[in-house]
């Protein structure tokens, strides 16, 4: 079965760092995109970015480009989202998802959850 | 404000059926395929629907989904006290810098 667990959530105050991490088991990471969500308290869902197998494609929202950065380390099965210069509106919890490889882009597998909380 | 257009909030009986209407435009739904998801607060989200009505194994076909032109339809019958969620529909975006995945500003759904 997949599993996708993330870690590294916490409290930051504005303008500090946080790193995220995806640990993944269950199928061969390095065969399928990759991306984070995340949702805000109270609100919806909000796409962050997405990186390819092999990690040379990367699509970022236009939210958080320059200040959130999506890696992976496929020799530990290992998805990283870097996070600086956060801000209060960054406030959510943190979700990994792993692309289906169907016809059309979707998320067919998630982790629970990392809730990162930016305030002072 | 979402690029997908969903209702806030639907409701029906047990054992009805309900309609999650997805409006987006020709750079979004009308080009691409849309999927669909179910969010319990405080569980991971669960894929519905991939491919406009494609279901992945395990997902009961209670659950059906549909696209035509620049709207997606959910729908859900049979309805169960356990199928209340938020529902959000998503799909790529040709219109924004490199392109984004979208999703609609999610469905409450209430089993009444």
């Known amino acids: 079965d997949v599993q996708l667990v993330e870690s590294g959530g916490g409290l930051v105050q504005p303008g500090g760092s946080l790193r995220l991490s995806c640990s993944a088991s269950?199928?061969?990471?390095?065969?399928?995109?990759m991306a984070w969500v995340r949702q805000a308290p109270g609100k919806g869902l909000e796409w962050v970015s997405t990186?390819?197998?092999?990690?040379?494609?990367?699509y970022v929202a236009d939210s958080v480009r320059g200040r959130l950065t999506i890696s992976r380390d496929n020799s530990r099965d290992i998805l990283f989202l870097a996070m600086r210069s956060l801000r209060p509106d960054d406030t959510a919890v943190y979700f990994c998802?792993?692309?289906?490889?169907?016809?059309?882009?979707?998320?067919?597998?998630w982790g629970r959850g990392t809730l990162v909380t930016v305030s002072s | 404000q979402s690029v997908l257009t969903q209702p806030p909030s639907v409701s029906a009986a047990p054992g009805q059926k309900v309609s999650i209407s997805c409006s987006g435009s020709a750079s979004n739904v009308g080009t691409h395929f849309v999927s669909w998801y179910q969010v319990v607060p405080g569980t991971a989200p669960k894929l519905l629907v991939y491919d406009n009505f494609k279901r992945p194994s395990g997902i009961p076909d209670r659950f059906s989904g549909s696209k035509s032109g620049t709207s997606a339809t959910l729908v859900i019958s049979g309805l169960q006290t356990g199928d209340e969620a938020d529902y959000y529909c998503g799909t790529w975006d040709n219109s924004l810098s490199g392109g984004n995945w979208v999703f609609g500003g999610g469905t409450k759904l209430t089993v009444l």
């Open positions: 269950g199928f061969t990471f390095s065969r399928f995109a």
């Open positions: 998802a792993k692309d289906g490889q169907h016809s059309g882009w979707d998320f067919d597998s």
């Open positions: 990186l390819s197998g092999g990690g040379e494609t990367t």
